[in-house]
C-alpha cells in the first residue's frame, strides 16, 4: 500500500524486486492516518517473493475447513497471516480512497517525506549536529554530541517546552534523536522553527563531561 502511496519517483518498489528479501513489510497506517486529517485506519502491507512460505508458516488445515480450500485458486487470507478470521477493516481505507482519491494520499504521504529532508538540511546547517540516518519516508535521526544521556535529555526539554515533539532511537548502537514528520499540515516554516527550538534547547542542556 505505501509502495502505491508515494510519488513514482520516490517508490522503492522496483529495488525492493531487485533485492534479495523473500519478505519485506511495511506500515504505512501512519502516513494514512494523518493525511488530511482522514479516519483512522488499521492498514499494513508486504512484498513477498515466495508466496508458498506463507501458506507453509500460516495455513491452516483442519477438517472443518476443507471447504475453504477447495477452491485453490481463490485467495484466502486466512492463509497467509495469523488472523484466520478478520473484520472488514479494509473498509474504511477503501472508502477514504474513494472519497479523497489516491492523489490526496500520495501528497500527504510525499509532503511528509519532504518535512524529513527539509529538517535535515537545517540540521546539517547547525554545528554539533550529527545526522546518523538520512531522512527517508518521513523520519530523520540525529545526534548532537557524543553523550548518551545528554539526547535524552534533549527529548525531555523539547516536550517542556511544548512545541514539538519528538523520541530518542538507537542507530548503529548510539542513542540518538529521531522526527517522524508525517502530518502534511505542517508548514516549513514549522518545520524550521522546530529545528531553531531544538537545537536551542541542545546547546542549553549540553554540559562538557570532564
Same mark, same amino acid.
Given at each position: 500500500?505505501?509502495?502505491?502511496?508515494?510519488?513514482?519517483?520516490?517508490?522503492?518498489?522496483?529495488a525492493?524486486?531487485?533485492?534479495?528479501?523473500?519478505?519485506?513489510?511495511?506500515?504505512?497506517?501512519?502516513?494514512?492516518?494523518?493525511?488530511?486529517? *482522514?479516519?483512522?485506519? +488499521?492498514?499494513?502491507?508486504?512484498?513477498?517473493a515466495?508466496?508458498?512460505?506463507?501458506?507453509?508458516?500460516?495455513?491452516?488445515?483442519?477438517? !472443518? /475447513?476443507?471447504e475453504?480450500?477447495?477452491?485453490?485458486?481463490e485467495? +484466502?487470507?486466512?492463509?497467509?497471516?495469523?488472523?484466520?478470521?478478520?473484520?472488514? =477493516?479494509? /473498509?474504511?481505507?477503501? /472508502?477514504?480512497?474513494? #472519497?479523497?482519491?489516491?492523489?490526496?494520499?500520495?501528497?500527504?504521504?510525499?509532503?511528509?517525506? %519532504?518535512?524529513?529532508?527539509?529538517? %535535515?538540511?537545517?540540521? &546539517?546547517?547547525?554545528?554539533?549536529?550529527?545526522?546518523?540516518?538520512?531522512?527517508?519516508?518521513?523520519?530523520?535521526?540525529? =545526534?548532537?554530541?557524543?553523550?548518551?544521556?545528554?539526547?535524552?535529555?534533549?527529548?525531555?526539554?523539547?516536550?517542556?517546552?511544548? !512545541?514539538? *515533539? /519528538?523520541?530518542? #532511537?538507537?542507530?548503529?548502537?548510539?542513542?540518538?534523536? &529521531?522526527?517522524?514528520?508525517?502530518?502534511?499540515?505542517?508548514?516549513?516554516?514549522?518545520?524550521?522553527?522546530?529545528?531553531? =527550538?531544538?537545537?536551542?534547547?541542545?546547546?542549553?542542556?549540553?554540559?562538557?563531561?570532564?
Amino acid at each position: 500500500m505505501r509502495m502505491a502511496l508515494m510519488a513514482p519517483q520516490r517508490s522503492f518498489a522496483n529495488a525492493a524486486a531487485k533485492s534479495c528479501a523473500a519478505l519485506i513489510a511495511l506500515t504505512p497506517s501512519r502516513s494514512i492516518r494523518t493525511s488530511g486529517s *482522514f479516519s483512522r485506519l +488499521n492498514a499494513a502491507a508486504f512484498w513477498c517473493a515466495i508466496r508458498a512460505l506463507l501458506h507453509s508458516a500460516f495455513r491452516v488445515t483442519a477438517d !472443518y /475447513l476443507h471447504e475453504v480450500h477447495r477452491d485453490t485458486a481463490e485467495v +484466502n487470507f486466512g492463509d497467509q497471516g495469523i488472523q484466520l478470521t478478520r473484520s472488514f =477493516r479494509a /473498509l474504511k481505507l477503501w /472508502l477514504s480512497i474513494k #472519497t479523497f482519491g489516491m492523489a490526496a494520499f500520495r501528497e500527504a504521504v510525499t509532503r511528509g517525506f %519532504e518535512l524529513a529532508e527539509l529538517a %535535515e538540511r537545517e540540521l &546539517r546547517t547547525k554545528n554539533g549536529w550529527e545526522i546518523l540516518s538520512p531522512a527517508q519516508m518521513g523520519i530523520v535521526c540525529f =545526534r548532537f554530541g557524543a553523550e548518551d544521556a545528554l539526547q535524552a535529555r534533549i527529548v525531555d526539554a523539547m516536550l517542556r517546552e511544548g !512545541y514539538a *515533539f /519528538l523520541t530518542s #532511537t538507537k542507530v548503529k548502537g548510539a542513542i540518538c534523536l &529521531r522526527l517522524c514528520t508525517i502530518n502534511p499540515r505542517t508548514t516549513d516554516a514549522e518545520m524550521i522553527e522546530t529545528v531553531k =527550538r531544538l537545537d536551542d534547547c541542545a546547546r542549553r542542556c549540553f554540559s562538557p563531561i570532564a
